[in-house]
């Protein structure tokens, strides 16, 4: 009898930026997909957001930014996953972050990057197909 | 009334014949119609739905109570709406030229766009400002930058509205302190600054202080300017940006009065006459997609707005009573797909904002879905303003679109579920009992989720992304923020560290925190900080040290 | 990964093994039994606080400001916050982190969010392993904190050594959002946001609940004011959960309620083990479903073929059990 095994997900806003229309609306089809959603807040630091999905155990981190810092944040959390030996953590971003930067993104370990115009569907999607559980 | 019954009586006969007859042919798009808010759309609207039957109590005239027509008398036939462009990014030198330029291409005010850092009051070089330095506004550290950000700019010329929040106080200051150096007094100074902290817990997140704080050292600002500003807006109470986190139209009414409403009772409760500030609030909206809605919730807006302060406050003066608003399109509904499109999309909305009677307005760029806007965008977005306004004479004649029944009826509807919300956050205890609970919040969270919802299942058209849509080559020239103005900005501020007059500057800042914990006006010892060269991270970290750090409420 | 394998990091400290252990216990995999009975003479060191009250209360808020208070006491933190899963997608949103970020790099707060999820077996099991899981890894206070809402949020703090009730003034002037079974649980009764108007009359009101409670104890729970959101009332809350841990200790409470509580664990983890071990033999047994249909249709009574299923079972059961002692 045993329960099934659920994604769990952490759903975070790194940097100063408070837009959060974006992470909120995620987190709740993650969780109408059947996830479990952990989110933070705002003004999360790459340790923060590290810290909390290795006490969490996560199997996904869903980092939401709008404000432009992407190229400095983004690839802090992927390097401070690695040290913790917490490959396996699936990193997918989100927010306004422009076509070119993402092909540096995903260099540093950020698995895709979802843009505006999104449908919620194809996150879920993605994660079903691409999660470590 | 005869004449009514008669109508009534066509109607129905209307609706029984021709209609039910045309139906069985040719059913109608949708089963049922409703805005993009949700209020049900009916096929047809006649004069027994409009507001108009009692002309002069629920419309009036312009520059009269209650303002449903406009808050000036004879509205853009005396002079249209300012031109206002958001902007900033880089380095105080970087957005002066770019304010120059637009200066240049005839816009009528600036509006000054700060980065994250400066907005949570961070300078520069603090560990959370990394990766953030100039990247959604411009930095500014201290009052050496605010003198580069203003260098050829005479001050008692523009008018200056600034998007600052939670350290709105010293960037205020600055500015005084900056005009003082080019030989204006603070009597003269016109704009803005936004020091609207209860959307901020709301909405926006660039919040500092717990709420009392902070609503002290707003009311400082309104007490000040009410004494020393005349002409500046102590406060812009923004909907702009609760709409942007998803609300409705009714919604984005609603919070916005009811924080308004908050503001003036904790100004009233310091000791100020309503009459002695009221006419210097003023406020923000969103042009969202819906026209006629949109044109509806500021005609709307206006009406409840005056009734509020007339009957609730007893503002006595009719100036306290006009709502003025600064308009900006809907960033929220440009799209990343096929970007030149969002040119029509803001071309529509600032055609609602400017028939819905606005004092300002910002054209969004059409590339604001992907980065930050080239000068390009940037100017077809102004010249989209300068179209309206000398093109299409729709600014000839005063609140064109009024007796619309459509739009009356609409009026009258947003108006009404507006009034629903204050009365649910009256209950509550107010605005700010309503926003700690997370009731604000949470009602916008799931009004962008049922939209969002909505988008996705097709329910919503959005043109270029769920339907119209191509395969597209991106290629865009995007604006890049030069990634070596952080450290730049930093060695900046080093320098300036070293060679203030540490006395000087040391003395203010004591003088500041004693200020602090006690209850006097902090407007005149925040000047004296900024003039020590005192900077926004210090000044706002000697406050975070004596009143603590908001922190905001699970609402999930 | 299985649970086992994790046992050692746990006890060395390693935070990651200790999260990973209590996805396993959520997920109930196999080996969880076995790495929770190593880790067993581990625990009991930890001092456990039972948090629960209704939504809006402010929990969270005093659940981050105790840990400060803790903190500054030289304790080490474990918190365990349980929200509910939706019923139909056995989806959550976990929360309470968002309260909890002064102590989000603090290497001595180890804070884990659970959802209720569909437990088969319940949920208080699986907080309960969590709890003995970061009891072991070594953490001297442990907070659970629950959504007050009945009877399986009881059981969930029923752990505790010491439970605390949250309620806030207002709300209807009664006692309404603590519910029945809440109230008699409570070892400390705390009224929240204290600044709000009928603070102090709530207070009255649960005094006066308690007079007419007709069992005689020496320990009668207090009823403290806390306004979480200033940090008002956190020390002398803190100072009250140590009294009650005395008290427990010097009546001799909390050996009898271990003892109890060791009773009532063994009989649930047989029972348990044993409703597991039947329903899997039975699953898909043609006998069984035939046996079903007879008890529908009303030619067989539910009450004798449970007699016979159950003896058929302890035989074979009695059976197996002997032939593995010979083989050995």
């Given at each position: 009898?045993?329960?099934?095994?659920?994604?769990?997900?952490?759903?975070?806003?790194?940097?100063?930026?408070?837009?959060?229309?974006?992470?909120?609306?995620?987190?709740?089809?993650?969780?109408?997909?059947?996830?479990?959603?952990?989110?933070?807040?705002?003004?999360?630091?790459?340790?923060?957001?590290?810290?909390?999905?290795?006490?969490?155990?996560?199997?996904?981190?869903?980092?939401?930014?709008?404000?432009?810092?992407?190229?400095?944040?983004?690839?802090?959390?992927?390097?401070?996953?690695?040290?913790?030996?917490?490959?396996?953590?699936?990193?997918?971003?989100?927010?306004?972050?422009?076509?070119?930067?993402?092909?540096?993104?995903?260099?540093?370990?950020?698995?895709?990057?979802?843009?505006?115009?999104?449908?919620?569907?194809?996150?879920?999607?993605?994660?079903?197909?691409?999660?470590?559980? | 009334?005869?004449?009514?019954?008669?109508?009534?009586?066509?109607?129905?006969?209307?609706?029984?014949?021709?209609?039910?007859?045309?139906?069985?042919?040719?059913?109608?798009?949708?089963?049922?119609?409703?805005?993009?808010?949700?209020?049900?759309?009916?096929?047809?609207?006649?004069?027994?739905?409009?507001?108009?039957?009692?002309?002069?109590?629920?419309?009036?005239?312009?520059?009269?109570?209650?303002?449903?027509?406009?808050?000036?008398?004879?509205?853009?036939?005396?002079?249209?709406?300012?031109?206002r462009?958001?902007?900033g990014?880089?380095?105080a030198?970087?957005t002066n030229?770019?304010f120059?330029?637009?200066?240049?291409?005839?816009?009528?005010g600036l509006s000054v766009a700060f980065?994250?850092?400066t907005q949570?009051?961070?300078?520069?070089?603090?560990?959370?400002?990394?990766?953030?330095?100039?990247?959604?506004g411009v930095a500014i550290n201290s009052i050496a930058d605010m003198e580069v950000l203003f260098d050829s700019i005479p001050l008692d010329k523009v008018s200056t509205s600034m998007t600052i929040n939670a350290p709105a106080a010293v960037l205020l200051a600055m500015y005084i302190a900056v005009a003082e150096k080019q030989g204006v007094q603070m009597d003269k100074l016109r704009g803005t600054i936004q020091n609207?902290?209860?959307?901020?817990?709301?909405?926006?997140?660039?919040?500092?202080?717990?709420?009392?704080?902070?609503?002290?050292l707003?009311?400082d600002t309104f007490?000040f300017c009410?004494?020393k500003m005349p002409l500046w807006n102590t406060i812009s109470?923004?909907?702009?940006?609760?709409?942007?986190?998803?609300?409705?139209?009714?919604?984005?009414?609603?919070?916005?009065?009811?924080?308004?409403?908050?503001?003036?009772?904790?100004?009233?409760?310091?000791?100020?006459?309503?009459?002695?500030?009221?006419?210097r609030?003023s406020?923000?909206?969103?042009?969202?997609?819906?026209?006629?809605?949109?044109?509806?919730?500021?005609?709307?807006?206006?009406?409840?707005?005056?009734?509020?302060?007339?009957?609730?406050?007893?503002?006595?003066?009719?100036?306290?009573?006009?709502?003025?608003?600064?308009?900006?399109?809907?960033?929220?509904?440009?799209?990343?797909?096929?970007?030149?499109?969002?040119?029509?999309?803001?071309?529509?909305?600032?055609?609602?904002?400017?028939?819905?009677?606005?004092?300002?307005?910002?054209?969004?760029?059409?590339?604001?879905?992907?980065?930050?806007?080239?000068?390009?965008?940037?100017?077809?977005?102004?010249?989209?303003?300068?179209?309206?306004?000398?093109?299409?004479?729709?600014?000839?004649?005063?609140?064109?679109?009024?007796?619309?029944?459509?739009?009356?009826?609409?009026?009258?509807?947003?108006?009404?579920?507006?009034?629903?919300?204050?009365?649910?956050?009256?209950?509550?205890?107010?605005?700010?009992?309503?926003?700690?609970?997370?009731?604000?919040?949470?009602?916008?969270?799931?009004?962008?989720?049922?939209?969002?919802?909505?988008?996705?299942?097709?329910?919503?058209?959005?043109?270029?992304?769920?339907?119209?849509?191509?395969?597209?080559?991106?290629?865009?020239?995007?604006?890049?923020?030069?990634?070596?103005?952080?450290?730049?900005?930093?060695?900046?501020?080093?320098?300036?560290?070293?060679?203030?007059?540490?006395?000087?500057?040391?003395?203010?800042?004591?003088?500041?925190?004693?200020?602090?914990?006690?209850?006097?006006?902090l407007m005149p010892f925040i000047i004296s900080a900024v003039k020590a060269f005192a900077t926004v991270?210090?000044i706002c970290?000697?406050?975070?040290?004596?009143?603590?750090?908001?922190?905001?409420?699970?609402?999930? | 990964?299985?649970?086992?394998?994790?046992?050692?990091?746990?006890?060395?400290?390693?935070?990651?093994?200790?999260?990973?252990?209590?996805?396993?216990?959520?997920?109930?995999?196999?080996?969880?039994?076995?790495?929770?009975?190593?880790?067993?003479?581990?625990?009991?060191?930890?001092?456990?606080?039972?948090?629960?009250?209704?939504?809006?209360?402010?929990?969270?808020?005093?659940?981050?400001?105790?840990?400060?208070?803790?903190?500054?006491?030289?304790?080490?933190?474990?918190?365990?916050?349980?929200?509910?899963?939706?019923?139909?997608?056995?989806?959550?949103?976990?929360?309470?982190?968002?309260?909890?970020?002064?102590?989000?790099?603090?290497?001595?707060?180890?804070?884990?969010?659970?959802?209720?999820?569909?437990?088969?077996?319940?949920?208080?099991?699986?907080?309960?392993?969590?709890?003995?899981?970061?009891?072991?890894?070594?953490?001297?206070?442990?907070?659970?904190?629950?959504?007050?809402?009945?009877?399986?949020?009881?059981?969930?703090?029923?752990?505790?050594?010491?439970?605390?009730?949250?309620?806030?003034?207002?709300?209807?002037?009664?006692?309404?959002?603590?519910?029945?079974?809440?109230?008699?649980?409570?070892?400390?009764?705390?009224?929240?946001?204290?600044?709000?108007?009928?603070?102090?009359?709530?207070?009255?009101?649960?005094?006066?609940?308690?007079?007419?409670?007709?069992?005689?104890?020496?320990?009668?729970?207090?009823?403290?004011?806390?306004?979480?959101?200033?940090?008002?009332?956190?020390?002398?809350?803190?100072?009250?959960?140590?009294?009650?841990?005395?008290?427990?200790?010097?009546?001799?409470?909390?050996?009898?309620?271990?003892?109890?509580?060791?009773?009532?664990?063994?009989?649930?983890?047989?029972?348990?083990?044993?409703?597991?071990?039947?329903?899997?033999?039975?699953?898909?047994?043609?006998?069984?479903?035939?046996?079903?249909?007879?008890?529908?249709?009303?030619?067989?009574?539910?009450?004798?073929?449970?007699?016979?299923?159950?003896?058929?079972?302890?035989?074979?059961?009695?059976?197996?059990?002997?032939?593995?002692?010979?083989?050995?």
């Open positions: 009898m045993s329960s099934p095994k659920r994604i769990r997900v952490l759903v975070a806003k790194p940097g100063l930026d408070g837009h959060d229309r974006g992470a909120k609306v995620v987190a709740r089809a993650l969780r109408d997909a059947g996830m479990e959603v952990v989110y933070t807040g705002l003004r999360q630091t790459p340790e923060m957001i590290v810290e909390a999905a290795i006490q969490e155990s996560v199997h996904v981190i869903g980092l939401s930014i709008l404000s432009g810092a992407h190229n400095a944040l983004l690839p802090r959390v992927t390097e401070l996953l690695h040290k913790e030996g917490a490959d396996d953590i699936l990193v997918i971003a989100g927010g306004i972050i422009p076509e070119d930067d993402v092909p540096g993104l995903k260099k540093h370990g950020i698995a895709e990057v979802f843009g505006p115009g999104t449908r919620l569907s194809e996150i879920v999607d993605y994660i079903k197909a691409h999660v470590k559980l | 009334m005869s004449g009514n019954d008669d109508t009534e009586k066509a109607l129905k006969q209307w609706e029984e014949g021709t209609v039910s007859k045309t139906l069985t042919k040719f059913p109608e798009r949708e089963p049922k119609f409703e805005t993009i808010s949700g209020v049900p759309v009916k096929r047809l609207y006649t004069p027994l739905d409009s507001g108009c039957q009692d002309y002069q109590r629920s419309l009036g005239f312009p520059g009269e109570f209650p303002f449903t027509r406009g808050v000036q008398t004879t509205m853009y036939r005396g002079r249209f709406w300012t031109m462009q958001y902007s990014y880089g380095t030198r970087e030229r770019r120059r330029f637009l200066l240049e291409q005839g816009q009528t980065d994250l850092p949570v009051g961070y300078d520069s070089d603090h560990p959370m400002a990394q990766g953030e330095v100039g990247k959604v609207d902290i209860l959307k901020e817990y709301v909405a926006r997140g660039t919040y500092i202080y717990p709420p009392k704080s902070s609503m002290r707003i009311t007490k009410s004494e109470i923004s909907g702009y940006h609760i709409r942007e986190a998803g609300s409705t139209a009714a919604q984005e009414l609603a919070f916005t009065l009811a924080n308004g409403i908050a503001y003036v009772e904790a100004a009233v409760k310091a000791g100020l006459d309503i009459d002695s500030f009221a006419s609030l406020f923000f909206f969103g042009s969202h997609s819906d026209f006629f809605e949109e044109i509806a919730k500021f005609r709307a807006a206006r009406r409840l707005w005056a009734k509020i302060m007339k009957e609730r406050f007893k503002a006595k003066d009719d100036e306290s009573c006009k709502m003025r608003f600064h308009t900006q399109t809907a960033g929220c509904t440009l799209t990343a797909q096929q970007p030149d499109n969002n040119v029509v999309r803001v071309t529509l909305q600032a055609l609602q904002a400017v028939l819905g009677g606005t004092q300002s307005l910002h054209t969004n760029s059409r590339d604001e879905a992907l980065s930050l806007p080239t000068e390009q965008s940037v100017q077809i977005a102004l010249r989209t303003q300068q179209i309206i306004a000398h093109e299409t004479g729709v600014g000839d004649t005063i609140d064109p679109i009024a007796g619309s029944y459509y739009v009356e009826s609409l009026t009258d509807e947003t108006e009404r579920r507006a009034e629903e919300y204050i009365q649910k956050i009256d209950l509550m205890g107010g605005a700010i009992a309503a926003i700690e609970a997370g009731f604000m919040q949470r009602e916008i969270q799931d009004s962008a989720y049922e939209y969002q919802k909505r988008v996705d299942a097709r329910k919503r058209i959005v043109v270029g992304v769920n339907m119209f849509t191509e395969k597209e080559d991106r290629e865009f020239d995007y604006l890049r923020v030069n990634p070596d103005l952080e450290k730049e900005q930093v060695v900046q501020l080093k320098r300036l560290r070293e060679k203030r007059d540490h006395g000087l500057w040391k003395e203010a800042m004591r003088s500041l925190r004693v200020a602090a914990q006690g209850e006097v006006n991270g210090e970290g000697v406050l975070r040290q004596v009143w603590g750090e908001y922190k905001a409420p699970d609402i999930m | 990964m299985s649970a086992t394998q994790l046992v050692e990091g746990v006890l060395s400290g390693n935070r990651r093994d200790l999260a990973r252990l209590i996805s396993l216990i959520e997920d109930e995999e196999p080996s969880v039994p076995e790495a929770l009975g190593q880790l067993y003479r581990h625990t009991g060191r930890g001092h456990i606080v039972g948090i629960t009250g209704p939504p809006g209360s402010g929990k969270s808020t005093l659940v981050t400001r105790m840990t400060t208070e803790y903190r500054t006491r030289n304790k080490t933190v474990g918190i365990v916050c349980v929200d509910p899963s939706s019923p139909f997608t056995g989806g959550a949103l976990l929360g309470d982190r968002i309260r909890m970020q002064e102590h989000a790099l603090d290497r001595e707060v180890f804070v884990r969010s659970m959802g209720t999820r569909g437990h088969l077996g319940g949920l208080a099991r699986a907080t309960s392993d969590a709890v003995r899981a970061i009891d072991a890894f070594g953490k001297d206070i442990i907070i659970v904190e629950t959504v007050g809402a009945g009877q399986s949020e009881v059981e969930v703090i029923d752990i505790a050594h010491t439970i605390l009730v949250i309620d806030v003034p207002g709300a209807g002037d009664d006692i309404q959002a603590i519910k029945a079974g809440i109230m008699e649980i409570a070892d400390i009764f705390v009224v929240n946001k204290s600044d709000m108007p009928g603070a102090e009359r709530k207070v009255t009101e649960i005094n006066a609940m308690l007079d007419t409670d007709p069992r005689e104890r020496a320990w009668r729970p207090p009823v403290l004011m806390t306004n979480a959101r200033d940090g008002e009332g956190i020390a002398g809350l803190v100072d009250t959960i140590d009294a009650h841990r005395k008290y427990l200790v010097d009546s001799g409470l909390l050996a009898e309620k271990g003892l109890q509580r060791s009773r009532e664990e063994l009989k649930t983890i047989m029972e348990h083990k044993l409703t597991t071990e039947l329903m899997e033999k039975l699953k898909g047994l043609p006998e069984y479903e035939r046996a079903i249909k007879k008890i529908a249709d009303r030619s067989d009574d539910p009450y004798s073929v449970a007699e016979r299923l159950i003896t058929k079972f302890l035989a074979d059961y009695g059976r197996r059990v002997a032939e593995s002692e010979r083989k050995r």
